[in-house]
């Protein structure tokens, strides 16, 4: 049965409650946000209407030239890493038994939506002088002394990756879950060592939901805002620190949503393109 | 292929999402006000301070309520945007779904802007109410996905069975696709409401120096002293997600909802 298409005009009526609710209040703050990027930005933290474009010329400068590449690189490592760690995992996790599945989606789903200040207290506690894991090193003899191990860029990769893994399961489970398994049984039969078919037959066949998965993994990374704050010194701080550095502290709110909107088009881009590799997979 | 590398693989991702957890429940059940691991000695207390402390407590019933509304509205939105793309063919209602799927997918500090610009030129910015909305539109993603899935799952010749027998469009949508779809309303309720719950850069940049939700008082309480209610509360987080994702595992099918095909499918 295909389905009609709406005739009269009381039939569109269940739909306007939430769009009138994302046009005025996601819609209508973007547009604010793009605008308030070309306006003129006045000492004291306040601007006024204008169209220029001194917002954006400011990321030539060598600083926030360093910050953007910074993070871009940041959140590629953390993607890779992310997806490197979890993609062996996902494909072991759907071929076991339901309850055991269950379990763990249940474990995943609960440290995927911890506070991101949760986790970064979690890890700097892990990692501090009296609470850390280098206690344990030493009650083990390995060390001599305890330290604490951040703040420093490890600290924040390690924050970052705990953050993401969750998340890169859930996305890689759909099609981890329903690839076919006579795929494996087959390169089995042919004499393929589980590690030979693993990796000759499971990871090319799924080349492009990999690709897809890092953009969309480097996207969330993008995302992480407290973690390079409570793990790093300010020399790890992203972009998503500076957008609210910019629009908190420094009250320059031009300059925050010129950075915003920037982000903005590196993650609309980006996600453009995993759907473009989802889609090929899928023809 | 012999269990024990599986087993291997488990028990080192166990433990490496595990493990941060533990030390911070490690750290609050410290009987001093100090954040050791191993904890010397062994005290609740902390916990307690959550409800006995009238700091907390307020950032606590802040949270739950801010979460509580902000998920209840995430659902009213997301609710008629997935009925109708299932009852009609409405190619610019695609446009709706993308635009309640958009916050989700681009970086939150962007929506928080966002939200911040607005409420600031509507001279509405700090009012509290201001975070139960950014919230809601923030999560309409997560009760779209799974109702999108449940509409999907209806099986269309219950509704016309229920046609040919004389029912009306609202009997149909009372007895029939209603039921239907409750589970998917609950399990998409859940899933905003835990995530509100957490959320931090949103809250913060629309009325973070208003109310002070409960990842807000943790992230001042990191910077301005530790105390082990701290660890406390990211426990009780840790207990809630887990309680509330358990029950939809339990009077769901949450593999399903995340993608995998259902056993029932095949």
Same mark, same amino acid.
């Given at each position: 049965?295909?389905?009609?298409?709406?005739?009269?005009?009381?039939?569109?009526?269940?739909?306007?409650?939430? +769009?009138?609710?994302?046009?005025?209040?996601?819609?209508?703050?973007?547009?604010?946000?793009?605008?308030? $990027?070309? *306006?003129?930005?006045?000492?004291?933290?306040? *601007?006024?209407?204008?169209?220029?474009?001194?917002?954006?010329?400011?990321?030539?400068?060598?600083?926030?030239?360093?910050?953007?590449?910074?993070?871009?690189?940041?959140?590629?490592?953390?993607?890779?890493? +992310?997806?490197?760690?979890?993609?062996?995992?996902?494909? /072991?996790?759907?071929?076991?038994?339901?309850?055991?599945?269950?379990?763990?989606?249940?474990?995943? #789903?609960?440290?995927?939506?911890?506070?991101?200040?949760?986790?970064?207290?979690?890890?700097?506690?892990?990692?501090?002088?009296?609470?850390?894991?280098?206690?344990?090193?030493?009650?083990?003899?390995?060390?001599?002394?305890?330290?604490?191990?951040?703040?420093?860029?490890?600290?924040?990769?390690?924050?970052?990756?705990?953050?993401?893994?969750? *998340?890169?399961?859930?996305?890689?489970?759909? +099609?981890?879950?329903?690839?076919?398994?006579?795929?494996?049984?087959?390169?089995?039969?042919?004499?393929?060592?589980?590690?030979? !078919?693993?990796?000759?037959?499971?990871?090319?066949?799924?080349?492009?939901?990999?690709?897809?998965?890092?953009?969309?993994?480097?996207?969330?990374?993008?995302?992480? *805002?407290?973690?390079?704050?409570? #793990?790093?010194?300010?020399?790890?701080?992203?972009?998503?620190?500076?957008?609210?550095?910019?629009?908190?502290?420094?009250?320059?709110?031009?300059?925050?949503?010129?950075?915003?909107?920037?982000?903005?088009?590196?993650?609309?881009?980006?996600?453009?393109?995993?759907?473009?590799?989802?889609?090929?997979?899928?023809? | 292929?012999?269990?024990?590398?599986?087993?291997?693989?488990?028990?080192?991702?166990?433990?490496?999402?595990?493990?941060?957890?533990?030390?911070?429940?490690?750290? +609050?059940?410290?009987?001093?006000?100090?954040?050791?691991?191993?904890?010397?000695?062994? $005290?609740?207390?902390?916990?307690?301070?959550?409800?006995?402390?009238?700091?907390?407590?307020?950032?606590?019933?802040?949270?739950?309520?801010?979460?509580?509304?902000? $998920?209840?509205?995430?659902?009213?939105?997301?609710?008629?945007?997935?009925?109708?793309?299932?009852?009609?063919?409405?190619?610019?209602?695609?446009?709706?779904?993308?635009?309640?799927?958009?916050?989700?997918? /681009?970086?939150?500090?962007?929506?928080?802007?966002?939200?911040?610009?607005?409420?600031?030129?509507?001279?509405?910015?700090?009012?509290?109410?201001?975070?139960?909305?950014?919230?809601?539109?923030?999560?309409?993603?997560?009760?779209?996905?799974?109702?999108?899935?449940?509409?999907?799952?209806?099986?269309?010749?219950?509704?016309?069975?229920? !046609?040919?027998?004389?029912?009306?469009?609202?009997?149909?949508?009372?007895?029939?696709?209603?039921?239907?779809?409750?589970?998917?309303?609950?399990?998409?309720?859940?899933?905003?409401?835990?995530?509100?719950?957490?959320?931090?850069?949103?809250?913060?940049?629309?009325?973070?120096?208003?109310?002070?939700?409960?990842?807000?008082?943790?992230?001042?309480?990191?910077?301005?002293?530790?105390?082990?209610?701290?660890?406390?509360?990211?426990? #009780?987080?840790?207990?809630?997600?887990?309680?509330?994702?358990?029950?939809?595992?339990?009077?769901?099918?949450?593999?399903? /909802?995340?993608?995998?095909?259902?056993?029932?499918?095949?």
């Amino acid at each position: 049965m295909s389905k009609p298409r709406p005739r009269r005009l009381a039939d569109y009526a269940p739909i306007a409650f939430p +769009a009138g609710m994302l046009l005025a209040f996601f819609v209508v703050p973007f547009g604010i946000m793009i605008a308030i $990027s070309f *306006y003129h930005r006045v000492q004291g933290g306040f *601007y006024e209407p204008a169209f220029e474009f001194a917002n954006y010329q400011r990321f030539l400068t060598a600083f926030f030239g360093g910050v953007l590449g910074f993070s871009l690189g940041l959140s590629s490592l953390v993607a890779v890493v +992310a997806v490197v760690l979890a993609f062996p995992f996902t494909w /072991l996790l759907a071929r076991q038994r339901r309850q055991v599945q269950v379990m763990w989606l249940v474990f995943l #789903l609960s440290v995927l939506s911890l506070s991101e200040v949760i986790i970064g207290f979690a890890w700097s506690t892990l990692f501090s002088k009296t609470a850390g894991i280098t206690n344990l090193l030493v009650a083990l003899g390995l060390m001599d002394q305890a330290v604490s191990l951040y703040p420093s860029f490890g600290a924040v990769l390690a924050g970052m990756v705990y953050q993401a893994f969750p *998340y890169t399961v859930l996305v890689l489970y759909p +099609a981890l879950s329903r690839l076919d398994p006579t795929l494996v049984e087959a390169a089995r039969t042919l004499g393929a060592s589980p590690f030979r !078919a693993f990796f000759n037959v499971i990871v090319p066949s799924l080349r492009n939901t990999i690709l897809a998965t890092i953009i969309m993994v480097f996207v969330f990374a993008l995302g992480s *805002y407290l973690l390079p704050q409570l #793990l790093g010194r300010p020399q790890q701080w992203t972009l998503s620190v500076l957008i609210t550095d910019q629009a908190i502290y420094q009250s320059n709110m031009p300059f925050a949503s010129a950075m915003a909107v920037f982000l903005v088009l590196v993650s609309l881009g980006l996600v453009g393109l995993s759907l473009l590799f989802g889609q090929r997979e899928k023809a | 292929m012999s269990r024990w590398p599986a087993r291997l693989v488990f028990g080192c991702f166990g433990l490496f999402l595990a493990a941060p957890l533990a030390v911070v429940a490690g750290v +609050a059940v410290n009987e001093k006000k100090s954040l050791t691991f191993p904890p010397e000695g062994f $005290s609740l207390a902390w916990f307690g301070e959550i409800f006995a402390n009238p700091e907390w407590f307020s950032a606590l019933l802040a949270s739950v309520g801010v979460a509580a509304a902000a $998920s209840v509205l995430a659902v009213l939105i997301a609710l008629p945007i997935a009925w109708f793309l299932w009852r009609w063919n409405a190619p610019f209602a695609r446009i709706v779904q993308v635009l309640g799927l958009a916050p989700f997918i /681009l970086p939150p500090v962007i929506t928080a802007l966002g939200f911040l610009a607005f409420w600031s030129e509507l001279g509405l910015y700090g009012e509290p109410w201001t975070v139960v909305i950014s919230h809601g539109i923030f999560f309409v993603t997560l009760p779209l996905v799974t109702l999108t899935l449940g509409f999907d799952a209806i099986d269309s010749a219950l509704v016309e069975a229920a !046609a040919t027998m004389g029912a009306d469009e609202k009997t149909v949508l009372r007895t029939i696709v209603f039921p239907l779809i409750r589970p998917y309303i609950i399990s998409g309720l859940a899933f905003a409401f835990v995530l509100s719950l957490n959320e931090y850069i949103v809250a913060y940049m629309v009325v973070g120096f208003t109310v002070e939700t409960l990842p807000i008082k943790i992230f001042n309480a990191l910077r301005y002293g530790y105390t082990p209610t701290m660890a406390a509360v990211s426990i #009780l987080f840790v207990a809630v997600a887990a309680a509330v994702f358990g029950l939809i595992a339990r009077f769901g099918d949450l593999p399903r /909802l995340l993608g995998a095909w259902s056993p029932r499918d095949e």
